[in-house]
């Protein structure tokens, strides 16, 4: 009887350590005590970085905006002849390449005023657009009827089909470079004028151009000169 006893005393000694070794192991249920699903905390997804803008800074134009402004050079400017918005689509100090000769703002609007004084229902039409960081390439077509006088041109009544390109370098949302390419030979060929006369009108502008250059240079240091000495 005894004997009994003490086993039995053995066996739950070893039962009692067995519950406590139990104990200490950590628990892989899924569950918590409540006995709720436990759910991994979810990552936050990224966001794109934000771009600052200082106060004073102009925040960079977009291709969508940069191709609106030369638009409007087209459909303001060349179609509807709203120079009232020059300011708006330009910088002052602007720059118009065209055959190798660099004119000022001022000379290049003169040139498209009198190409719509030429053909007052001139219509420009932009084919395509391509835009390339600041640059916004367009090929273009200009049609109209010769029915006034500009450029050199006298009044013919002959309808004028021009094809020809433009490059724009934009700053800020306006544009601060031109450069364009057409066949001006063939404008006054299809109005019936020699492209000689043409040439001579050109240099005619030139050497105009270049004189006015220089009474504005010289006005503006006459003036600057007169602040100085006041």
């Known amino acids: ?17 067995l519950t406590a070794e ?5 628990t892989t249920s899924s569950q918590n005590t409540t006995g709720q699903a436990q759910v991994a905390p979810q990552k936050k997804a990224a966001t794109a970085p934000q771009i600052r803008v200082l106060p004073g ?4 134009a ?11 050079v087209f459909d ?34 003169a040139e498209g005023k009198g190409w ?9 039409k932009v084919d395509n657009m391509v835009v390339q960081r600041d640059f916004v390439m367009v090929n273009w077509t200009a049609l109209g009827t010769n029915t006034g006088k500009g450029n050199g041109v006298p009044a013919s009544g002959k309808r004028i089909l021009i094809h020809g390109n ?20 063939e404008i006054f060929r299809q109005v019936g004028v020699s492209p000689k006369l043409g040439h001579l009108y050109d240099m005619t502008q030139d050497y105009w151009s270049a ?19 006041l």
């Not at 139990?22 to 950590?26: D, H, I, Y």
């Not at 004189?211 to 000495?229: C, E, P």
């Open 1 to 17: 009887m005894l004997h009994r006893i003490i086993s039995l005393i053995g066996i739950a000694c070893v039962a009692s350590a």
């Open 22 to 26: 139990a104990q200490k192991k950590p």
């Open 116 to 124: 719509r004084s030429a053909a007052p229902d001139l219509v420009m």
């Open 57 to 60: 800074q102009l925040q960079p």
């Open 76 to 109: 303001d400017l060349f179609t509807r002849g709203r120079y009232e918005f020059i300011n708006d689509i330009y910088t002052k100090d602007c720059a118009v390449h065209f055959r190798g000769r660099n004119n000022r703002l001022e000379e290049a609007v």
């Open 211 to 229: 004189l006015n250059r220089i009474v504005s240079d010289t006005g503006l240091a006459v003036l600057q000169f007169s602040l100085i000495k």
């Open 62 to 72: 977009s291709d969508e905006q940069n191709k609106a402004v030369v638009r409007r």
């Open 166 to 185: 433009s490059k724009f370098r934009l700053v800020n949302g306006k544009i601060a470079e031109v450069w364009n390419e057409y066949d001006r030979d």
